[in-house]
């Protein structure tokens, strides 16, 4: 058997009696147009592992490994363990976990190079995509990722965005952040009521990575928690956390304290975080 005399995916949701469960945040992509485009912005493939998340019935699954990628998928739903059995046979490069993904080690699980490709559940996407940057060590070399289209931008966002925020500094302290494309509701089965987003995120070099994400997380919060509010007042509940005085805080790192967080760039935080640190 090879792939393409697989069943549709659009058949395989009946063969199976597939439907998604809103509890898990599922909505499965079937339009192959689009996930064709979220594995080309993976390119290229060959001969790099790649761990997908939530793979459901297995579009995205498939264009990964007709690009070339040894795919690992962990999916915790054992109504797709069928489907993705076929998949597996039919190409040879389909390993699949039956399981949670926030309690898998991926960098454990695979070698070599390793990306990350998944259309990620809407409930916990956030919550997976800190736990890859925050990884020690980051064991994988590119992740393209579909987020709520909210979200993707809160990732991608640049100072004086309205989305610009805690995500963006954390992802950006680490990576290389660009939107590669938004896919409408209408290309999920059933439709979410918001629109969906793909981005890519590359890590930058070791060297200019910021290491302390948990503090420069704190910091943040703080300033994104009172977003409509000057530094000094906004910053006063951390700065008193560390022994410091906010508005002597902010001016030591050069920075005024009358200004607001959405105007200061990600390496402004990592300067204040790493004042802080040195305290």
């Known amino acids: ?3 393409d005399n697989l069943p549709t995916l659009s058949e395989t949701v009946k063969i199976h009696k597939l439907r998604a469960n809103k509890t898990l945040g599922q909505h499965f992509l079937l339009d192959m147009n689009v996930t064709d485009k979220i594995a080309r912005l993976a390119a290229p493939l060959d001969g790099v592992s790649v761990a997908e998340i939530g ?7 498939r264009a990964l490994v007709q690009n070339g990628a040894e795919v690992l998928a962990i999916e915790m739903d054992d109504r797709f363990l069928a489907p993705l059995d076929d998949i597996a046979r039919a190409s040879g490069k389909l390993r699949v976990i039956h399981g949670n993904a926030l309690k898998v ?14 259309n990620l559940p809407y409930n916990v996407g956030t919550k997976m995509l800190i736990n890859w940057l925050t ?3 980051l064991f994988w070399s590119q992740a393209v990722l579909m987020f709520q289209k909210e979200v993707a931008e809160r990732v991608v966002a640049s100072p004086g965005d309205s989305a610009y925020g805690r995500l963006a500094i954390l992802a950006q302290s680490v990576c290389d952040t660009r939107l590669g494309f938004e896919v409408p509701s209408n290309a999920f089965s059933p439709p979410p009521k918001v629109d969906s987003a793909v981005i890519v995120l ?5 060297a200019k990575r910021f290491r302390d994400l948990k503090l420069l997380g704190e910091v943040t919060m703080a300033a994104f928690g009172q977003r409509r509010k000057m530094l000094r007042k906004s910053l006063k509940p951390i700065a008193k956390k560390y022994g410091v ?11 005024d304290p009358q200004r607001r967080p959405e105007t200061l760039s990600v390496a402004e935080f990592q300067i204040l975080a790493g004042a802080l640190k040195n305290e």
Do not use: F, Y
Not at 55 to 61: S, V
Not at 107 to 112: F, M
Not at 245 to 255: A, K, L, V
């Open 135 to 137: 990884a020690t060590p």
């Open 202 to 206: 590359e890590p930058l070099p070791e």
């Open 55 to 61: 793979p459901g019935p297995g579009g995205l699954t």
């Open 105 to 118: 080690d991926i960098g454990k699980e695979l070698d070599g190079e390793i990306k990350i490709v998944a």
């Open 245 to 255: 005085e906010s508005e002597s805080w902010c001016e030591t790192c050069n920075i």
């Open 1 to 3: 058997m090879s792939l």
